[in-house]
């Protein structure tokens, strides 16, 4: 099991911005990739953003496209998700997710290895 650590979440108005972060045990033959996914209330957790641990391949969700980065820092362990504009339909649990070769690298059920969440709280 990996274990993964989610911080940077908050509450904050909408059109501000947010960096969370998932600290992870480093690149192994375990995993190679590192996403975030989120979760609102009543809704099915959404897969947001996804990074390999090589950096060559990012993807975000279309839903976020153009407001949401995901990038990482190998020297520290940790992937990070830019979060700008934020709007009230982005608030959410969001979790951090690592996994070897995910089929669906934006689908939940690729993952195995789960973060406990960070809280994301958009105000209009």
């Known amino acids: 099991q990996v274990k993964l650590v989610e911080s940077g979440g908050g509450s904050v108005q909408a059109g501000e911005s947010l960096r969370l972060s998932c600290e992870h045990p480093?690149?192994?033959?375990?995993?190679?990739?590192v996403a975030w996914f989120r979760q609102a209330p009543g809704k099915e957790r959404e897969g947001v953003a996804v990074?390999?641990?090589?950096?060559?391949?990012?993807r975000v969700a279309d839903s976020v496209k153009g407001r949401f980065t995901i990038s990482q820092d190998n020297n520290k362990n940790t992937v990070y998700l830019q979060m700008n504009s934020l709007r009230p339909e982005d608030t959410a649990m969001y979790y951090c997710?690592?996994?070897?070769?995910?089929?669906?690298?934006?689908?939940?059920?690729?993952?195995?290895?789960w973060g406990q969440g960070t809280q994301v709280t958009v105000s209009s």
């Open positions: 997710a690592a996994e070897s070769h995910p089929v669906r690298p934006l689908a939940p059920a690729s993952y195995t290895n």
């Open positions: 990074i390999y641990t090589d950096g060559k391949i990012t």
């Open positions: 480093g690149i192994s033959i375990t995993h190679n990739a």
